[in-house]
Structure formats: C-alpha cells, structure tokens
C-alpha cells in the first residue's frame, strides 16, 4: 500500500475544521478519547490501497487513527473495549463522518502498534 502525499495534505486540510464537539478537529478530538496515562494519540494517516482498481466503485482510501499505550499492551479484552471507544468517539461526530465520507474515505481503522489494525467503519 502507497501512502500519498496528496491524500495526507487533503485529509489534513479537510480535517481542520472548526466547531464545538461536532466537526471538530480529527487531531483535537483523538487527543481526548483517553485519560492521560492510558493510551497517548500520535496521529492519523491516510491510505490509498493499490490493490483496488481506480475504476472500482469502492473507495479506496482509509484512514488510521494511531495511539500507543503508556504501559505494556492490555489483554485482548482490554483491547477490544479500546478499539470500541475509539470507533464510537469517531461515529458520535457525525460532522465529521459526513465529512470523512464525502473525502473518499470508506473505512477508519485505529491502531496500537505498528503490527496491527482494527477497523471502525
């Protein structure tokens, strides 16, 4: 998979918007899923997958949101629950979904390491 640069700068215009909770910043809202101490945001990055056609009527770009744990890697339930919070922060703002959506974005995936991903939507 190629990360563009184009599609970074896009997403990165489109997701500085302003407002209250809703349609607010992607970076700002990420930032506050978790209580310090637990898991720390780093970032986002968006994907364009090559191993999808241009003419395909799917979407071929995702994004993934990027924490990283304080401590050692929770268990797998932890885990979970995590993931989950994360995925229903992002679908609460459904300014910034419509606006995600309408960028091309078909998925959101959120990861904890650099080995593994877990998609929202």
Do not use: W
């Amino acid at each position: 998979m190629k990360i563009t640069l184009c599609a970074t700068a896009m997403a990165t215009a489109l997701l500085t918007v302003t407002g209250s909770a809703h349609g607010e910043n992607l970076d700002v809202l990420m930032s506050q899923v978790f209580p310090q101490g637990q898991a720390t945001y780093i970032g986002y990055e968006s994907v364009e997958r090559e191993d999808i056609p241009a003419s395909a009527a799917v979407e071929r770009k995702y994004l993934i949101v990027d924490f990283r744990f304080e401590a050692a890697q929770p268990p797998v339930e932890q885990l979970q629950v995590s993931v989950h919070k994360v995925c229903m922060t992002l679908l609460k703002d459904r300014d910034l979904i419509r606006q995600l959506s309408d960028s091309g974005y078909d998925m959101v995936a959120v990861a904890f390491d650099r080995r593994s991903q877990f998609d929202c939507l």
